[in-house]
């Protein structure tokens, strides 16, 4: 991150941090990795899981999301993996997993409480002797469950590693149930964006920047790229600032980005406004 909690100047989009990144990864947190001398990359971590899962019965398919689902995976790109499993076995997966690789080790392991938002059950996990951007993230999902997250408009369109039971389908978004919700959100919008702006603007009067900041983010940055999601990106309107460099026109996420990066109070009230009549702007061509 920038130093500073509302002084970050507006460089570029990273804000510096791939000139930065070999001091942060020498820092007391990371090390610098020479990928080449690792033996777990991408693929033999992909490998060992696919020759792992897949003669167990009680797993019927496996696939690839994130990155791989875009085309777009490179050095930093976490590995993102479901699989559908019998529905009494779903720790049996996990176990699966975990026993496969017990040599190198897993240095760390997280495990989401349950139930979790999307309903299925997650873990991440670190592994020994790889690049610590190679973090797995790995969803078993039961046979019952049809909520498979496998829409393309959201999801992309995924990589499968296999498919037993040819139990996976090409989704698409119901595009008249998204137009009827986002319909409502902008309703909604409509109602507490104003309503909620004079948080910011007391606590810049305040002189207290942090919350200021925070309130600037969240009440007014927030729904604005929302709303320019759901004009642009409408399966995702909820995904926040995630992809907007992939999911928005180009000027329009720089356009964005300049907002997030202030220099201080005078140039977060600037900012502020000029946020904020771009959001009715964009809420009046929707009308």
């Given at each position: 991150?920038?130093?500073?909690?509302?002084?970050?100047l507006?460089?570029?989009?990273?804000?510096?941090?791939?000139?930065?990144?070999?001091?942060?990864?020498?820092?007391?947190?990371?090390?610098?990795?020479?990928?080449?001398?690792?033996?777990?990359?991408?693929?033999?971590?992909?490998?060992?899981?696919r020759?792992?899962?897949?003669?167990?019965s009680?797993?019927?398919?496996?696939?690839?999301?994130?990155?791989?689902?875009?085309?777009?995976?490179?050095?930093?790109?976490?590995?993102?993996?479901?699989?559908i499993?019998?529905?009494?076995?779903?720790?049996?997966?996990?176990?699966?997993?975990e026993?496969?690789?017990?040599?190198?080790?897993?240095?760390?392991?997280?495990?989401?409480?349950?139930?979790?938002?999307?309903?299925?059950?997650?873990?991440?996990?670190?592994?020994?002797?790889?690049?610590?951007?190679?973090?797995?993230?790995?969803?078993?999902?039961?046979?019952?469950?049809?909520?498979?997250m496998?829409?393309?408009?959201?999801?992309?369109?995924?990589?499968?590693?296999?498919?037993?039971?040819?139990?996976?389908?090409?989704?698409?978004?119901?595009?008249?149930?998204?137009?009827?919700r986002?319909?409502?959100?902008?309703?909604e919008?409509?109602?507490?964006?104003d309503?909620?702006?004079?948080?910011?603007?007391?606590?810049?009067?305040?002189?207290?920047?942090?919350?200021?900041?925070?309130?600037?983010?969240?009440?007014?940055?927030?729904p604005?790229?929302?709303?320019?999601?759901?004009?642009?990106?409408?399966?995702?309107?909820?995904?926040?600032?995630?992809?907007?460099?992939?999911?928005?026109?180009?000027?329009?996420?720089?356009?964005?980005?300049?907002?997030?990066?202030?220099?201080?109070?005078?140039?977060?009230?600037?900012?502020?406004?000029?946020?904020?009549?771009?959001?009715?702007?964009?809420?009046?061509?929707?009308?």
């Amino acid at each position: 991150m920038c130093e500073g909690t509302i002084s970050c100047l507006h460089e570029s989009h990273t804000c510096g941090f791939h000139a930065r990144l070999p001091q942060i990864l020498n820092s007391q947190h990371y090390k610098l990795y020479e990928l080449e001398e690792l033996n777990m990359t991408r693929e033999t971590i992909l490998e060992r899981l696919r020759s792992t899962l897949e003669p167990l019965s009680y797993v019927d398919a496996m696939w690839e999301g994130g990155s791989a689902a875009f085309n777009r995976v490179d050095e930093w790109s976490d590995i993102d993996v479901q699989v559908i499993c019998n529905d009494e076995r779903v720790e049996d997966a996990f176990t699966a997993v975990e026993n496969a690789f017990a040599d190198p080790g897993i240095e760390t392991r997280y495990r989401l409480p349950e139930p979790t938002w999307h309903g299925h059950s997650q873990a991440f996990y670190s592994l020994a002797d790889t690049s610590p951007f190679l973090m797995l993230d790995f969803v078993v999902m039961k046979r019952s469950n049809p909520r498979r997250m496998r829409e393309i408009e959201i999801h992309g369109e995924s990589v499968v590693h296999f498919d037993k039971e040819n139990v996976l389908t090409e989704d698409h978004v119901n595009q008249e149930e998204l137009s009827d919700r986002l319909k409502r959100r902008l309703e909604e919008m409509a109602t507490t964006f104003d309503l909620f702006q004079p948080l910011v603007i007391k606590e810049i009067y305040r002189g207290n920047r942090a919350e200021a900041l925070q309130f600037y983010h969240g009440m007014t940055l927030r729904p604005l790229v929302e709303v320019l999601r759901i004009k642009h990106s409408p399966a995702r309107h909820n995904f926040h600032v995630r992809y907007i460099y992939h999911d928005l026109p180009h000027d329009i996420a720089e356009r964005i980005e300049s907002l997030f990066f202030v220099t201080g109070l005078d140039d977060l009230e600037k900012k502020f406004r000029e946020a904020g009549e771009w959001f009715r702007e964009e809420l009046r061509t929707k009308n």
